[in-house]
């Protein structure tokens, strides 16, 4: 029995006793109930307070209302005890047969164990990453790398339609600089004031010049043109590889020409200014975001007739609102921070509800550590460290793991040390680890033949403490997906996966559950059952690890 079937088995008692005509509820009886662990162990396997959130509806005390529950309880398939405890919170211990049904749910679940459809029927935009293509990948996108995938397989795990989309842009003062800083380099020049540094300059010179001998000798404005085509192009695809290396690849490119080309500014403007929420004033024309709770309002076509920087995010969100997304999300860095409300005024503008069609995810700074001090930067890169030195130092699954491992409005500092280390202070060497056991004991109940029950299954002989906290983890899958789905942090699954590996480790340790039988002794039906549990550990393992990008290694 999980945390959601034993919600529905206290749905059920309230409704009897609602249908008995003891309980009465003007609001009818609850879909769902919150059941959790209790802070102590000796208080049962699970707890709720049901009884405390409907006393007062219900026309009684929160005491009288829990024992009148437990009551009922104690009655129901899959339950051992119910205790009343303090003001009414009910403690509920499990029946070993009913929570060993957990690890045989697993195992026929497989691959789909944890999926939810709580997310069942939204199309989501998903955009990350979005760095414009004038050197490799830093630190900060990489971040967005690793979060934003995994929050797009939990969102496909919990039943959304998802695209990752990547926004870019191949012109503009920051691809100017680019491109004159390629330039100079080609002519053997020093870098503009405001250019790029880096070896990788000098090597994506020394590529377009090999491709068009020419360009370096052309008139000024044709050659910038003639590196800054070439430049970005060689650029972009040096970023892409890298993050399909890195396991993150994206449905749609989305280019910021393609909102002029299409008239999606135009439609844009259009469509605030039948809303109403547009007005003109020196000649320019203004979006009246103060209204809705931005600090100003807002130019969006210039006295020149030009488009303001704003218009291309309000002819991007119509885009992917008429693209069919219900649901948007962008990521951005800590500096972006105060264009979070500007955003969020343009969505209302629309008549879009904020923070339902339009959410905005902030992610915070990286810093790299090695022997306790900051990571010297890329010659390559010249300034910033980039996705290549942070996985040629630590490895793919290592960096993903700990980018998503963290709350990613929080600032992170990552030794490089502490995760290529082998050992149980190295996070994802923990969790992988964990896992290859299980292989490994899988491999080796095949080598003494054993096989797995299938419906004779008993488990009830799962009754060991460390048995009863392994599944009572196990069970805790689904929940834990859902919240991170719903509170958009991946970080809630690296989490419970080291603690679910903890678990497991102490059951391993513990001789009284020994899954393998000793010496000569014949295999009984507990070994059999515990060969079950071991194939449901792994697979919740490889499932979490999944959900992450991360690999699920057979052998350590």
């Known amino acids: ?19 008995q005509g003891v309980l009465v509820l003007p609001d009818g009886v609850p879909t769902e109930v919150t059941v959790e662990r209790p802070r102590e162990a000796s208080h049962g396997d699970y707890a709720t307070n049901v009884a405390m959130k409907l006393a007062k509806k219900a026309g009684t005390n929160p005491r009288a209302l829990g024992e009148l529950l ?39 679940a497989g691959a789909s164990y944890g999926a939810t459809p709580s997310l069942a029927g939204e199309k989501i935009n998903l955009e990350f990453v979005s760095a414009n293509p004038t050197g490799p990948l830093h630190i900060g996108a990489v971040r967005w790398a690793a979060v934003g995938d995994a929050l797009g397989r939990i969102f496909t795990f919990c039943g959304a339609e998802v695209t990752r989309e990547y926004y870019f842009n191949d012109h503009g003062g920051q691809i100017d600089r680019f491109s004159r800083s390629l330039l100079a380099s080609a002519l053997g020049e020093p870098a503009p004031e405001d250019g790029y540094g880096g070896q990788y300059i000098h090597d994506i010179a020394a590529a377009v010049v090999a491709a ?74 203004w979006l009246a975001t ?25 002819a991007y969100y119509l885009d992917k609102r008429e693209r069919g997304f219900g649901r948007c999300f962008i990521m951005l860095g800590a500096d972006h921070h105060g264009y979070v409300q500007r955003l969020m005024a343009m969505c209302q503008a629309f008549g879009d509800t904020p923070h339902v069609n339009l959410e905005v995810l902030i992610g915070q700074m990286v810093n790299l550590l090695q022997d306790g001090a900051p990571m010297r930067m890329s010659k390559r890169a010249g300034t910033v460290v980039t996705i290549d030195d942070l996985v040629g130092a630590i490895g793919v699954d290592a960096s993903r793991y700990a980018l998503a ?39 080796n109940a095949t080598d003494l033949a054993m096989t797995l029950p299938g419906e004779a299954f008993d488990g009830s002989l799962l009754d060991h403490d460390r048995d009863r906290a392994l599944l009572r983890a196990l069970a805790d899958f689904p929940a834990v997906v859902s919240s991170a ?25 513990t001789k009284e559950c020994r899954m393998l039988p000793q010496g000569d002794e014949p295999v009984t039906s507990a070994n059999e059952a515990r060969l079950v549990l071991v194939h449901a550990t792994n697979t919740v393992l490889a499932n979490g690890l999944g959900l992450l990008g991360v690999s699920a290694p057979e052998r350590m």
């Open 1 to 19: 029995m999980n945390p959601a079937q034993l919600s529905a088995t206290v749905v059920e008692a309230l409704t009897s006793l609602v249908e």
């Open 405 to 443: 491992r963290y709350s990613s409005d929080s600032p992170i500092d990552l030794d490089l040390g502490l995760w290529t280390s082998a050992s149980n202070e190295n996070p994802v060497y923990y969790v992988q680890y964990a896992h290859a056991r299980t292989c490994r004991m899988i491999a």
């Open 485 to 509: 789905a719903e509170l958009r942090e991946p970080h809630r699954i690296a989490r419970y996966l080291e603690d679910t590996a903890s678990a497991f480790n102490k059951w391993y340790d």
């Open 290 to 314: 103060e209204r809705f709770g931005d600090d100003k309002d807002r130019v969006i076509i210039k006295s020149d007739g030009q488009g303001a920087y704003l218009s291309g995010d309000l």
């Open 70 to 108: 437990a009551t009922e309880l104690r009655s129901a398939a899959g339950i051992a005890q119910v205790d009343v405890a303090g003001p009414g919170f009910l403690n509920v211990t499990v029946a070993a047969d009913a929570q060993g049904q957990v690890a045989a749910d697993i195992l026929a």
């Open 212 to 285: 068009r001998p020419e360009a370096p000798g052309l008139p000024f404005e044709e050659a910038n043109e003639a590196f800054r085509a070439a430049g970005v192009e060689m650029m972009f695809d040096e970023i892409k590889n890298s993050l399909h290396d890195f396991g993150v690849d994206f449905d749609v490119y989305f280019h910021e020409d393609n909102l002029h080309r299409s008239g999606a500014v135009d439609r844009a403007v259009a469509r605030l200014g039948e809303l109403g929420n547009t007005y003109e004033r020196d000649g320019a024309l």
